[in-house]
């Protein structure tokens, strides 16, 4: 009795790994840093008039009052829909069977930088600012107003930048991972039912 040939363990590359991490972390802030922005200029430029809809907030303030909303949003869509299937075939084959290994790992990048500048964060002591302000509210107490160059101080430019390029990050990088978490164990297919054909 002949013995059986051994299998072939098709084993990932960890090039393929981090490749496709960095492939899901630049989604995630391109997502945050981006597509979020967009969808808002996007809607107050050609939706909103088709529907006559008015508002007296500029854009930009509709954008920071809506802030979590217009990060998360499209990040856990994005997630969900799992645009890396578009990419060219080579590219998929080189991250095969990372989409729900390395995607659930996208918030892990943004939050590494959101611990880092929070711990590196030091309240301004200048009589201007008033009362000392935590870290914790300087990142996640978002601004309403954007800074214009008609008014730049209606907000601080610094703190708006970093809630744009900290902040959405953070929150895009624990929607989109959660986004494929939901793809993964669909969640949102119909259930079936027996006996229908």
Same mark, same amino acid.
């Given at each position: 009795?002949?013995?059986?040939?051994?299998?072939?363990?098709?084993?990932?590359?960890?090039?393929?790994?981090?490749?496709?991490?960095?492939?899901?972390?630049?989604?995630?802030?391109?997502?945050?840093?981006?597509?979020?922005?967009?969808?808002?200029?996007?809607?107050?430029?050609?939706?909103?008039?088709?529907?006559?809809?008015?508002?007296?907030?500029?854009?930009?303030?509709?954008?920071?009052?809506?802030?979590?909303?217009?990060?998360? &949003?499209?990040?856990?869509?994005?997630? *969900?829909?799992?645009? @890396?299937?578009? /990419?060219?075939?080579?590219?998929? =084959?080189? $991250?095969?069977?990372?989409?729900?290994?390395?995607?659930?790992?996208?918030?892990?990048?943004?939050?590494?930088? &959101?611990?880092?500048?929070?711990?590196? *964060?030091?309240?301004? @002591?200048?009589? /201007?600012?008033?009362?000392?302000? =935590?870290? $914790?509210?300087?990142?996640?107490?978002?601004?309403?107003?954007?800074?214009?160059?008609?008014?730049?101080?209606?907000?601080?430019?610094?703190?708006?930048?970093?809630?744009?390029?900290?902040?959405?990050?953070?929150?895009?990088?624990?929607?989109?991972?959660?986004?494929?978490?939901?793809?993964?164990?669909?969640?949102?297919?119909?259930?079936?039912?027996?006996?229908?054909?």
């Amino acid at each position: 009795m002949a013995s059986p040939e051994p299998v072939a363990i098709d084993r990932k590359s960890p090039l393929g790994y981090v490749a496709a991490f960095i492939l899901h972390t630049l989604i995630v802030y391109t997502c945050a840093i981006n597509l979020s922005q967009w969808l808002v200029f996007h809607w107050f430029r050609w939706v909103a008039p088709i529907f006559s809809v008015s508002t007296s907030v500029p854009p930009p303030d509709w954008y920071l009052q809506h802030f979590e909303l217009m990060t998360i &949003l499209p990040a856990l869509l994005t997630g *969900y829909v799992n645009v @890396a299937r578009f /990419l060219p075939s080579a590219y998929r =084959t080189l $991250l095969r069977e990372s989409r729900h290994s390395i995607a659930t790992w996208a918030w892990v990048l943004p939050t590494l930088v &959101l611990l880092y500048r929070m711990l590196e *964060y030091r309240a301004p @002591a200048s009589v /201007l600012y008033g009362s000392s302000m =935590t870290a $914790l509210k300087y990142f996640f107490e978002i601004q309403t107003v954007a800074p214009t160059f008609q008014n730049p101080l209606a907000s601080d430019p610094i703190r708006v930048w970093a809630q744009f390029s900290v902040t959405a990050p953070f929150y895009a990088g624990v929607a989109y991972s959660l986004g494929t978490l939901a793809s993964k164990h669909q969640l949102l297919k119909p259930p079936t039912v027996r006996g229908w054909h």
